[in-house]
């Protein structure tokens, strides 16, 4: 690792302030200081020379499965390596590994794969583990084996966040099923996440949820009890509820364009988190694939079980930053904030989500289209474009 690196004559874009073209300098992982000009020298030096590109917050995604053949569920040291690997190119920096509705078996070996885990210099992050599912609504299953569908248990999540050295941060929930509030208050008293999910709850019964200490909702419209006019449901609460931060699969087939466009207007970019939601398929050629032991046919950039249910997605961060753009017209400062500041701000990191000295040196360059060029994973490159020279 290069204890040093300067970064000169870029666009630099934060969630909170002005963009502007300035330098930063990074010593050991850390930005040391950000300014319009910075007189130093360093190991590495990289210069836009005039490319006019941009330089934004690593992206920090929450919910993740998997990618490039790799799942959080296979347990094994390999697949967190391939998957943390994989994730640079797409201009994500750190991120949740993911499971899903299984045994208590499967689910106790990936959470303990996951506590071993840490990733290499040039690596994205894993801040930790997203439980989806066992504790959701059989009526809105989706991808979630039904047999492996349980009730909120105290005593099983105590073994399992001992299991995961205290790693899980963001749990998914159905609120309405047996023991669901009561999971949820025991969550926030510890400082795990609440996430409305997979919930078939009716809109007076999220309130609840939310007074209980939800404050998060795992993949907005999908697979939740939907708007009506005379039952919002669980998608009409999670837009009025002010403290409820909401999750976007913005690929175009999880939601319509014009939905995401309803969802930035009613929360603002101030409480939404971009996801993929992927799968093992993401980057792989179409073809049949593995999801917790169900067949997932991947084409057409949709990845469906054999009855046509979604079954996650194959989408980049790069291409929900581009999706995102075009439906809704967002500031660059506004992704920004749906891309990372929030998803820091959601978990409690410090280090994260923002371009400011003190922060971890996690950096994304991309272009005036919003192609990623460059991630840069705690000071260290860990993705660049192969046409791209830099001195």
């Not at 708007?227 to 999750?247: C, I, K």
Request: charged residues 20%.
């Amino acid at each position: 690792m290069s204890n040093t690196m300067m970064i000169s004559n870029f666009t630099i874009a934060d969630s909170t302030k002005d963009s502007f073209v300035g330098d930063i300098y990074i010593e050991n992982g850390k930005i040391k200081e950000v300014a319009a000009s910075i007189e130093t020298m360093a190991d590495i030096q990289i210069n836009d020379d005039g490319r006019k590109w941009i330089i934004v917050p690593g992206y920090i995604d929450v919910h993740i499965h998997g990618a490039s053949g790799f799942d959080t569920m296979d347990a094994t040291p390999e697949a967190l390596n391939g998957l943390a690997s994989a994730l640079p190119c797409e201009g994500t920096t750190s991120f949740l590994a993911t499971t899903m509705t299984q045994s208590n078996n499967a689910i106790s070996k990936a959470l303990i794969n996951a506590s071993l885990f840490q990733a290499e210099d040039n690596q994205a992050e894993m801040l930790g583990v997203h439980l989806e599912g066992p504790f959701i609504s059989p009526d809105r299953a989706g991808a979630q084996p039904l047999e492996h569908i349980v009730k909120p248990s105290s005593s099983l999540f105590k073994e399992w966040q001992k299991l995961s050295g205290n790693r899980i941060k963001l749990v998914t929930i159905a609120p309405e099923i047996e023991d669901g509030l009561a999971f949820i208050v025991e969550l926030n008293e510890t400082g795990v996440i609440a996430s409305i999910g997979h919930s078939d709850a009716s809109a007076e019964f999220i309130t609840k949820a939310v007074e209980a200490g939800a404050r998060h909702v795992t993949h907005l419209y999908n697979q939740m009890s939907p708007f009506h006019h005379r039952e919002p449901g669980v998608v009409g609460a999670s837009l009025l509820e002010d403290d409820l931060t909401v999750e976007l699969i913005a690929d175009y087939i999880h939601s319509h364009p014009k939905a995401l466009d309803f969802a930035f207007r009613q929360k603002t970019a101030q409480r939404i988190i971009l996801i993929t939601d992927a799968m093992r398929a993401k980057g792989l050629q179409p073809g049949i694939y593995d999801l917790g032991g169900q067949n997932v046919l991947v084409s057409n950039n949709e990845a469906r079980l054999g009855d046509g249910t979604l079954a996650g997605s194959v989408l980049t961060m790069e291409i929900a930053t581009k999706n995102m753009k075009f439906a809704t017209g967002c500031t660059l400062s506004e992704m920004v904030a749906m891309t990372s500041t929030n998803a820091a701000k959601q978990l409690g990191l410090s280090n994260k989500g923002r371009i400011e000295p003190g922060k971890d040196a996690d950096l994304t360059i991309i272009d005036e289209n919003w192609n990623v060029q460059m991630t840069i994973c705690r000071g260290n490159i860990a993705y660049t474009r192969e046409e791209i020279v830099w001195k």
